[in-house]
């Protein structure tokens, strides 16, 4: 399996609307907190824009929801994989995407048989705070010889120039929040990191 070199991650359906003209192809969808109904809305309106523009959409957390409205993808941290029936997300033709930031969960994860790996946080991060140092560059290509032909995500603190350093590294792909979410011109910014991304397709 393959992923764009270019991950975007946003907390509401609306950035998936305003960024995808600008050549996003894999985008994460983690709506956190919202009610049942507004996060169906949500996952579907995502679903629909996603298939209408050939971009691959990864539902963060709700995997019954991403089930039942025919997604592709659930991403999954270590907390949520540990509640989560595997099996019956295997069964159903979901891919799988987990978390991992140290040896144990890198465990944890690899015995679900993922679709991918995410590591983090590369770089300090100011999505949230984190228990763990920043990863370092060097630990990309040290997980990357752990799960061996297994797509790797590098996620925390990239920015495009890092995002290359990370994908020479070893990645597959760079995952972004921040750094086009509160850039004063979020689609500039999304067009730069495509621009940078996408001679690693």
Known sequence: MTLDPFYLIVDHVD???RLLPCGVKLV???????????????????????RAAGTQLIVNDYWRLAMELG???VHLGQEDLAAADVVAIKRSGLKLGVS????RELETALAAAPDYVALGPIFPTLLKKM???????????????????????AIGGLTP????????????????VTDITLNPNPEARTREWVAATRTFA
């Open 161 to 176: 120039e890092r995002a290359k350093e990370a994908l020479r590294a070893g990645a597959q792909s760079a995952a972004v």
């Open 28 to 50: 994460q969808l983690r709506a956190k907190g919202a009610e049942e109904a507004e996060l169906r809305r949500q996952i579907a309106d995502a679903r629909d824009l996603c």
């Open 15 to 17: 950035w998936i609307r």
């Open 131 to 153: 228990p763990w140092a920043p990863q370092g560059l060097e630990k990309i290509g040290l997980w990357k010889r752990k799960i061996g032909d297994i797509p790797l995500v």
């Open 100 to 103: 991992t930031h140290d040896e």
């Open 71 to 73: 997604c592709d993808f």
